[in-house]
């Protein structure tokens, strides 16, 4: 049977999985853990010099916004960026990346939400990165490369990349397919907390909750669902997502008190002073 | 030695059309030579672009569309004279049309060769190019560009090669003479055809960037099941073709200080093209105006909010977005122009309008691929700005050398021109 479109319409099957994040931008310190880890654990190669940012691989990137005042009013915020696997306009699964590649090299899972990339697929014509607003995704512009010791701490569930390829964050989905083995052979279902991605365990402020969102158990669904149980995360705070106008639908949603950081992350309710990147940032 | 060069000259002569003058062989060789080196230095940064990757560029994670792709996107615009000439001559039955179109063809298989061979250069994978027939994805614009690019070069080619056979010498073989002929004779159908298939490679080229919902600047809304780039794409190429078919045309008729079409025939291919230019424009302003009060206003954006950028090309000039201005204006002028029966028999106003027209769908087409890449679309982003390096300049020349090469082969060789020995009596 093949997959229908369009969450939990999968005709005689279970409700399919949504799996997201929340983001609580007020949490987060720009300390650059998450960005650490996901580098460690999807063999994301490095550069000698990596100061470039446009042309350096960072799945998880941390922008350093600011509120373009002086001092004594000037606030900074940071603002992680994963891949946002958009499920597309009414959130059918046409992404704005997967519907455009045209060797059916990135593809949308309905059971799990999940936009794939399939590297050994891809010939590199990176429409893909033009289809993305949010510049989530990167071509592999030289051979991968680590220093000698780093090889031995490849990690063997992630498969690294050619050049000559794009790439992106994957949810840490070689996690859930661990998960989802050892569940299956135990004949139970999957539990929070046995699929989490290396960047919500690495986050040191707990800035990160990751989960099922069609899952009312699971604490991403009760965030954004706005339920008392996510009282604790939400804190009065309206969960938002990037660009939400232009309808990609991401599964990565924000959180912030702060008007100016809400403001920034959609332009439907940009305000004239916009927030501006900090190039002073270290990220 | 002197005799042994007047030797290969009578040879070499031979392979000349009958009835014609052909510059002597020395110079030819020189501008051969000339612009063979050039072509060379392009190959020479392919190869380092092929082994080495894509490195070799100034792409970006930004601008992983850049300047290859406008070249891409160009020369299949103005090479589109050859589909619409071909449908004119053929299909609509626009006879005169026949003294023009074997030119037609020739820029439109320089332009679509070159189109594939920097596509082959511009993906990261070369080996893998035949995956987007393989695997094809049938909801992308690109799937449907490479399928409907590579059948109509086929068509291209079947419609060089009749002209090719035609050479003096491999005329003299009957195999060969039959066959020109016989391709002749069913050149309709493969007009037909091309036309068919270049309405759909055309447009689905503007369809690239019109898809990009995500990206405000470049999006525009459906009409039926394709955005209104489409239209526009394959509308501006069957405008703007034409005028480059002009174009080459009179610098190839000033390089050779010899008339080769009529005027009449000349004049008839400006008159459909100023009328396509004119109704383009008409269709251009109103896409404009829809997309700039109806769509962006949905995003709380504003068209200028596009030209805020320091750098000359996407700033505004006394609060105008300029490069918008003149891309609407190298149509509205050519198509004023060459509409008017005046304005078409004035050579140096001629002369302006396919400049100018062929220049519209340069720009167009600039305008849709960089500038769609350089507009920041996350409200904390700014402009991302790209000048191509030295490898991606040389193999964007190397297209404009082959068809120097290709045009001066022809020329020398092939009667491509069939008015030429009644306009250049010997």
């Known amino acids: 049977m093949t997959e229908t479109q369009g969450h939990g319409n999968q005709e005689g099957h279970a409700p399919g999985s949504k799996f997201g994040m929340v983001i609580d931008l007020d949490k987060c310190t720009g300390c650059g853990a998450c960005m650490v880890a996901c580098m460690a654990e999807n063999n994301v190669p490095t550069k000698p010099d990596e100061t470039n940012k446009l042309d350096t691989i960072t799945w998880m990137r941390v922008f350093k916004l600011s509120n373009g005042k002086a001092f004594p009013d000037a606030e900074t915020c940071y603002l992680p960026r994963p891949c946002m696997h958009c499920g597309g306009k009414h959130d059918a699964g046409h992404s704005p990346c997967v519907s455009v590649c045209p060797a059916t090299a990135t593809d949308y899972s309905y059971k799990t939400g999940i936009v794939s990339q399939i590297y050994t697929r891809c010939f590199g014509c990176r429409y893909c990165m033009g289809a993305c607003p949010y510049h989530a995704r990167y071509f592999n512009w030289w051979d991968p490369k680590w220093p000698a010791d780093m090889k031995n701490y490849l990690s063997p569930d992630v498969s690294v990349r050619m050049r000559g390829v794009v790439e992106k964050c994957s949810f840490c989905f070689h996690r859930y397919q661990r998960a989802m083995d050892l569940a299956y052979y135990e004949e139970r279902e999957l539990e929070e907390n046995e699929y989490q991605t290396a960047c919500t365990q690495a986050c040191p402020a707990g800035a990160i909750t990751f989960g099922d969102l069609n899952n009312e158990d699971h604490m991403v669904y009760k965030v954004t669902h706005e339920e008392s149980e996510g009282d604790e995360i939400l804190r009065g705070r309206t969960p938002f997502r990037l660009l939400e106008e232009l309808e990609t639908n991401p599964k990565v949603y924000y959180l912030s008190g702060r008007d100016w950081v809400v403001k920034a992350g959609n332009a439907s309710v940009r305000e004239e002073a916009k927030a501006v990147k900090d190039t002073g940032g270290h990220h | ?426």
Not at chain 2, 141 to 164: D, H, K, N, Q, R
Not at chain 2, 250 to 260: D, G, H, Q
Not at chain 2, 298 to 303: C, I, T, W
Not at chain 2, 337 to 363: D, E, W
């Open chain 2, 1 to 426: 030695m002197e005799a042994a060069y007047q030797k290969i000259v009578r040879l070499e002569s031979q392979l000349h059309p009958l009835g014609v003058q052909r510059a002597p062989l020395w110079q030819f060789v020189l501008w051969m030579g000339f612009f063979g080196t050039i072509l060379l230095w392009g190959v020479y940064a392919m190869f380092l672009c092929w082994f080495k990757g894509l490195n070799q560029t100034n792409m970006n994670d930004s601008y992983g569309f850049a300047l290859w792709i406008w070249a891409d996107l160009g020369v299949i615009a103005v090479g589109g004279g050859a589909f619409f000439t071909g449908l004119l001559r053929y299909v609509v039955g626009k006879d005169p049309l026949k003294y023009i179109i074997n030119y037609a063809v020739l820029i439109g298989f320089i332009c679509y060769s070159s189109a594939l061979l920097i596509l082959a250069i511009d993906i990261g994978q070369p080996l893998r190019g035949w995956f987007i027939f393989w695997h094809a994805n049938v909801h992308s614009m690109l799937t449907e560009v490479a399928f409907c690019l590579s059948c109509y070069f086929g068509v291209l080619c079947i419609e060089y090669i009749p002209l090719v056979l035609e050479n003096r010498k491999i005329d003299e073989v009957p195999i060969f003479h039959h066959t020109s002929h016989n391709f002749h004779e069913v050149m309709a159908i493969f007009a037909a055809t091309g036309a068919f298939l270049s309405f759909f490679h055309q447009g689905s080229l503007g369809g690239v960037a019109g898809v990009l919902y995500g990206r405000p600047f470049a999006y525009r809304p459906e009409f039926f099941i394709w955005p209104t780039t489409f239209f526009l794409f394959t509308w501006s190429a069957a405008a703007c073709g034409p005028c480059f078919t002009i174009l080459v045309t009179k610098i190839t008729e000033a390089i050779t200080r010899k008339k080769l079409v009529k005027d009449n025939v000349v004049e008839l291919l400006a008159k459909i093209a100023g009328w396509m230019l004119l109704t383009y424009s008409i269709a251009k302003i109103i896409d404009t105006l829809y997309w700039a009060f109806v769509m962006l206003p949905k995003h709380n954006l504003h068209v200028l909010d596009f030209f805020t950028n320091q750098s000359l090309i996407y700033s505004k000039l006394g609060g105008v977005p300029w490069i918008l201005v003149v891309e609407i204006l190298c149509s509205v002028i050519p198509a004023v122009i060459l509409v008017t029966k005046k304005g078409r028999q004035n050579k140096p106003a001629l002369i302006v309008a396919v400049f100018l027209g062929s220049m519209c769908a340069l720009i167009n087409r600039w305008v849709m691929v960089l500038q769609v890449m350089a507009v920041p679309v996350l409200t904390f982003e700014t402009f991302a700005l790209y000048f191509p390096s030295w490898q991606e300049l040389a193999t964007t020349i190397l297209p404009v050398a082959y068809g120097v090469l290709l045009i001066s082969l022809s020329h020398r060789y092939l009667p491509v021109f069939p008015q030429e020995r009644e306009l250049n009596p010997v």
